[in-house]
T-cell receptor, first 117, second 114 residues
Framework: AQKITQTQPGMFVQEKEAVTLDCTYD???????LFWYKQPSSGEMIFLIY??????QNATEGRYSLNFQKARKSANLVISASQLGDSAMYFC??????????????FGKGITLSVRP | ETGVTQTPRHLVMGMTNKKSLKCEQH?????MYWYKQSAKKPLELMFV???????ENNSVPSRFSPECPNSSHLFLHLHTLQPEDSALYLC?????????????FGQGTRLTVV
């Protein structure tokens, strides 16, 4: 079974509007972390936001927020006030186990976001 | 500037060639990783090094040979590759053991095997 599922086709959003990118995950480990990365055409993976499984509040980082619904095992990324520079591939990833215990990331297939002027 | 630098950015090699990819991190991290990103597939973890010791080899063919001489440098030696090995190879680093969270990635080496 896939551990990280990103099923949306290419997403389009109008500049200055908000957009939600979906991510569901599967794990039986009570300790895990969820990440979102952005990959522009240059190839670099840019860290955006992190949510720990025990965090009580949804993570926020500037225009990025994570809608964490633990019971549904979903960790959707919300980008507010989209900018043209937000056009990129977006990857959801998960680390199972306690941070620092030889952890590694499992990635989803990614979602392409295009921001229209 | 991400703190993780990969060279070369682009590489074209024949199936009989030997080449090496280099990764250097300036973040003082103790763990480094090689990932492979093929078209339309999720990133695949290849190797993990913690404190210069290889802690994971994700069933990678022996034509890929990693080397980690110190905590700041990671190499991926390539020989007798196949066309299906063409992909973007990403290096990452993280600080393990202190509750560190995110991994920092380099810009990748886009490899084409002809």
């Amino acid at each position: 079974a896939q551990k990280i599922t990103q099923t949306q086709p290419g997403m389009f959003v109008q500049e200055k509007e908000a957009v939600t990118l979906d991510c569901t995950y599967d794990t039986s480990d009570p300790s895990y972390g969820l990440f979102w990365y952005k990959q522009p055409s240059s190839g670099e993976m840019i860290f955006l936001i992190y949510q720990g499984s025990y965090d009580q509040q949804n993570a926020t980082e500037g225009r990025y927020s994570l809608n964490f619904q633990k019971a549904r095992k979903s960790a959707n990324l919300v980008i507010s006030a989209s900018q043209l520079g937000d056009s990129a591939m977006y990857f959801c990833a998960m680390r199972e186990g306690i941070a620092g215990a030889n952890s590694k990331l499992t990635f989803g297939k990614g979602i392409t976001l295009s921001v229209r002027p | 500037e991400t703190g993780v630098t990969q060279t070369p950015r682009h590489l074209v090699m024949g199936m009989t060639n030997k080449k090496s990819l280099k990764c250097e991190q300036h973040l003082g991290h103790n763990a480094m990783y090689w990932y492979k990103q093929s078209a339309k597939k999720p990133l695949e973890l290849m190797f993990v090094y913690n404190f210069k010791e290889q802690t994971e080899n994700n069933s990678v063919p022996s034509r890929f040979s990693p080397e980690c001489p110190n905590s700041s440098h990671l190499f991926l030696h390539l020989h007798t590759l196949q066309p299906e090995d063409s992909a973007l190879y990403l290096c990452a680093s993280s600080q393990e053991g202190t509750g560190g969270t995110e991994a920092f990635f380099g810009q990748g080496t886009r490899l084409t095997v002809v």
